[in-house]
């Protein structure tokens, strides 16, 4: 309780240095700090509510609170007959923002998609070069390997060439990642020797303009009167109170000093509920929270050991303790709404005695070591991963399983995660763009084994099955490929599926239409404050 009061007392002094007049003002308590402001890099919500949500636009996008393409950058596009190419016709007169650091010339045009695209394809771009940075999002996904070349066609017309049919494509264009940056602004960080300010000092399109940040305590915005969607930026200043105490989230809150709350405690959800002043909105998540094994790791490159250790959880506790009512167990890699779902799969039952019987088995009657990391932030997947470690921790103490919990800051904990630092890993997904691809490639595709592949497994005959199913646009061919493949990942044990659970969004009752994302993402434009 005093780290709270004391918490409580360094914010309210903050919210007191940072007071702003205009009426048109809101303040999100988010939950953590991102690791920065250019969403190629990136692949976490946390990074993409404080850029591609607010500063950036895509050349399409998803409606707010929907999973239906909608005309972003581009005004419209069509299709080649044989699917492998792509024309977007460019939006005229959209305008970069102009902040104290950087004033445009002209307005956006297809350069600026072609560098955006150029850098993310070829390693040896200049400003690539400069500043070395990963895209693993687009990586993740093969379109590093199946964009075969982008090409200007005028001042306002690109067309994208792909080796294969990516039945996702437009979808995959609407997700944070493909955020179109400034040509003009990258070159003038180049000139400067600078190029690394494009991740601490962004320039977009989108309805919001980058102010300042604050690590571990406030992102600032305002909003962009020149945004090309009229009538959708309603907000003056936009303000990220990064808050990750859940509790102490609450109680600003309450005391009116945010409009709206990231990820709350599940337990205190009946509370918000009965209060007059705020308003939860509340939707099936689709997301999926899980345990990743690291199948590079000798110990659990063993199928028995990952059987035992998947069979010694006790999800029906971990779900009532930790989820509260708002999670049902997962047995899948996707959840149920997603189409393709493969309804036949089922856990194993919850069986300390045979887990501990096949680890004798495998030569291990006397248990072994490992690492169980934590993440440091609630997510929508994982409302309390440390509470959620210290039941696995326990539930495989009864097998002679002994887990040592680490966790990191979040920026790290994914950067570490990626390069195969842990053991198994708590970590969780939630759908980017309605596609099964999203989930069975970019959390279990050799493509995405050093990005969001955390158990960094690549199995033919699993990969040959996602590929299939990716390179045609016949939906039951494609569900036929998917459900299979969902078989083998269930029978190879890479993850233990935890839970999918409901998202609520607490707010003041003075907010005005907000929409809950399907993809966990946190949108501000059209949203108003009364």
Not at 89 to 117: C, I, Q, W
């Amino acid at each position: 309780m005093r780290n709270i009061r004391k918490t409580m007392l360094a914010l309210s002094l903050l919210a007191a240095a940072t007071t702003v007049s205009a009426s048109g003002t809101l303040i999100y308590c988010s939950e953590g700090s991102p690791a920065g402001f250019d969403p190629g890099q990136y692949t976490t919500g946390t990074d993409f509510d404080a850029s591609a949500e607010t500063v950036f636009n895509r050349l399409v996008q998803f409606q707010r609170g929907s999973t239906k393409i909608e005309a972003g950058l581009a005004s419209q596009w069509s299709v080649a007959a044989d699917g492998l190419s792509y024309t977007f016709n460019l939006r005229p007169g959209v305008k970069f923002h102009t902040t104290e650091y950087f004033t445009p010339s002209r307005n956006f045009n297809a350069d600026d998609v072609m560098f955006t695209f150029e850098r993310m394809l070829n390693p040896n771009n200049a400003f690539r070069k400069a500043y070395p940075t990963d895209f693993p999002y687009f990586s993740d996904m093969g379109m590093n390997d199946n964009i075969a070349r982008v090409e200007k066609l005028d001042a306002m017309t690109v067309r994208f060439t792909l080796k294969k049919i990516d039945a996702a494509f437009l979808q995959d264009l609407a997700m944070s990642f493909a955020s179109i940056q400034s040509a003009e602004y990258a070159d003038k960080l180049l000139k400067a020797g600078h190029p690394e300010q494009i991740n601490s000092q962004p320039i977009g399109t989108g309805p919001f303009i980058f102010k300042r940040y604050q690590k571990d305590s406030q992102i600032r915005f305002v909003g962009n009167k020149e945004y090309w969607k009229k009538g959708e930026v309603k907000l003056d200043n936009l303000i990220f109170a990064i808050t990750t105490d859940p509790s102490v989230r609450y109680q600003k809150l309450q005391a009116g000093e945010c409009q709206i709350a990231a990820y709350p405690r599940p337990a205190d959800v009946a509370g918000m509920k009965a209060n007059p002043n705020l308003h939860v909105l509340s939707q099936a998540g689709f997301n999926l929270g899980y345990l990743a094994y690291n199948v590079q790791h000798p110990l659990l490159a063993k199928l028995p050991v990952r059987q035992a250790l998947d069979m010694a959880i006790d999800r029906d506790a971990i779900i009532k303790a930790v989820y509260q009512g708002a999670g049902q167990a997962a047995s899948n890699p996707m959840p149920p709404t997603q189409w393709s779902y493969n309804k036949s799969l089922k856990n194993p039952p919850f069986d300390p005695a045979r887990a501990r019987a096949l680890l004798a088995k495998a030569g291990y009657p006397n248990g072994f070591a490992i690492n169980l990391w934590a993440m440091p932030v609630q997510r929508p997947y994982n409302p309390n991963a440390k509470l959620m470690a210290q039941m696995i921790q326990s539930d495989w103490a009864k097998i002679g399983v002994r887990a040592n919990i680490v966790t990191y800051e979040w920026g790290e904990y994914i950067k570490r995660a990626k390069s195969g630092q842990h053991d198994a890993m708590l970590i969780g997904w939630t759908g980017d763009n309605g596609d099964p691809d999203n989930w069975l490639g970019t959390l279990l595709g050799c493509d995405a084994m050093n990005g969001n592949n955390f158990s960094k497994w690549c199995y033919k005959p699993f990969e040959d099955l996602i590929q299939k199913g990716k390179r045609t646009t016949d939906m039951a061919a494609r569900t036929s490929d998917y459900m299979k493949a969902q078989v083998i990942a269930k029978q190879q044990v890479v993850m233990t599926t935890i839970a999918h659970s409901t998202v609520n969004e607490p707010m003041s009752s003075k907010v005005v239409g907000f929409k809950v994302s399907p993809f966990g993402l946190n949108s501000f434009y059209g949203v108003s404050v009364k």
